[in-house]
């Protein structure tokens, strides 16, 4: 069985790279994410073969360089996977990307006579175009469509010009995942927004690396709050600065660390309060580490926006692994396993949920040790990338 995996995953070799060029927010959990499958199929595959096009800012205002030049490089124990060369122009990009990724796959299936099988990460137009159109020329060809955002609820500029393009993109998809053989969701209530039927699915909520840097850190002396991740407004951070402000403690800290369209009102915040700190974007080991420092980790996104239904917060199972407890929203899309591992702030209000931070933060830390440890416990044996990458071989085996 010959088997591809196509993406837009940062190769290791030219991670410092990416992050040196990029300006703005980097996509380190689809990175992290996608990192999180490989290692899982290298569990099931001796050889499979990988194509990725990194999704990349684009030039000159996310990132500084107007071509991205590709490469072979070897990812874990896959030699010669390629990274494709792009013009990196805002839009253009696109157009670029699924030219050089079309050529690549065409080269691939021509060397792999037989059943092929790709599977395709996110509704990334260029590369569904790109698998579509190879598909319509190669017969014997399964295409396995994992999908972790919808275009309609991907944060974009808040002008008519971009909401624009995102409903034609939108539209494009949809003709673009006919092809497609089976899905891998994100959240139960994808099937029917991308008119799944009947063709096959299953659902992976998230992948937890385990490789990922595991390092004790004592906790920090103040009872420390900290958030990680996309600073957009629709994912409640306002909500957290208002909710925190009516800590009047002296002895609470919140960290803040990421990028988004919440940016300057965080450091406005934070120069009126002493207890807030912004750290700006920073490199993941960075993040991971203050995830071990802090007292809890929180993230505030509300559950009455219609997008919960159909995203499951990537940092979940981040926080939860950190063996920090967490603080959420009962969100719809979180599956009901997870609210064993979780401390639930049910009423979201800003007052529900300064309440609830500080009742976690008050609970001796023996407890909240014990609390965190078995969240820790729950990700690393149940949401493992063997785990949950084995739904994804299942699906392979049910095509056959």
């Avoid at 569904?128 to 972790?148: D, F, P, S």
């Avoid at 991907?154 to 003709?175: A, Q, T």
């Avoid at 420092?293 to 919960?308: G, H, Q």
């Avoid at 063997?386 to 699906?395: M, N, R, S």
Wanted: with cysteine.
């Amino acid at each position: 069985m010959n088997i591809l995996y196509l993406g837009s995953f940062f190769p290791e070799s030219r991670k410092e790279e990416i992050l040196l060029n990029s300006i703005g927010v980097v996509q380190n959990a689809g990175d992290t994410y996608q990192k999180a499958i490989l290692k899982g199929l290298s569990h099931y595959y001796n050889s499979y073969e990988i194509i990725t096009s990194p999704m990349l800012g684009s030039y000159p205002f996310r990132y500084k360089k107007v071509f991205f030049k590709g490469g072979l490089f070897k990812h874990n124990n896959i030699s010669n996977c390629i990274c494709t060369s792009f013009v990196n122009l805002s839009l253009y990009k696109i157009l670029s990307r699924y030219h050089y990724v079309k050529k690549k796959l065409i080269n691939w299936a021509k060397q792999n006579p037989g059943d092929k099988y790709v599977i395709v990460f996110s509704l990334d137009l260029s590369l569904i175009r790109a698998i579509y159109e190879v598909k319509n020329r190669y017969h014997n060809m399964k295409i396995c469509l994992i999908v972790t955002d919808l275009f309609k609820f991907m944060v974009v500029p808040d002008n008519i010009l971009s909401k624009s393009i995102m409903r034609y993109f939108e539209k494009k998809s949809f003709k673009y995942i006919e092809k497609v053989d089976s899905f891998v969701l994100l959240t139960k209530y994808m099937k029917d927004n991308l008119k799944v039927g009947e063709r096959p699915y299953t659902i992976i909520e998230g992948i937890y690396n385990s490789t990922a840097i595991n390092v004790n850190y004592e906790k920090e002396s103040y009872k420390t709050i900290l958030y990680s991740g996309t600073l957009a407004k629709q994912y409640g951070i306002m909500h957290l600065l208002d909710a925190f402000s009516k800590i009047e403690k002296q002895n609470y800290r919140l960290w803040i660390c990421g990028e988004g369209n919440s940016k300057e009102e965080i450091i406005k915040r934070a120069k009126t309060d002493f207890r807030i700190t912004y750290m700006g974007q920073l490199k993941r080991e960075e993040v991971l580490a203050l995830q071990k420092k802090a007292t809890v980790l929180i993230n505030p996104r509300l559950s009455d926006s219609e997008f919960t239904l159909f995203s499951f917060p990537s940092k979940t199972m981040e926080y939860l692994a950190s063996g920090t407890p967490a603080i959420m929203h009962p969100l719809k899309c979180l599956p009901e396993e997870y609210l064993n591992y979780l401390f639930i702030s049910s009423d979201e209000t800003d007052s529900g949920l300064m309440k609830t931070i500080i009742d976690v933060c008050e609970r001796k830390q023996e407890e909240l040790m014990a609390f965190g440890q078995r969240a820790a416990n729950f990700i690393l044996t149940d949401k493992s990338s063997f785990v949950q990458v084995g739904k994804i071989v299942e699906l392979l085996n049910y095509e056959k």
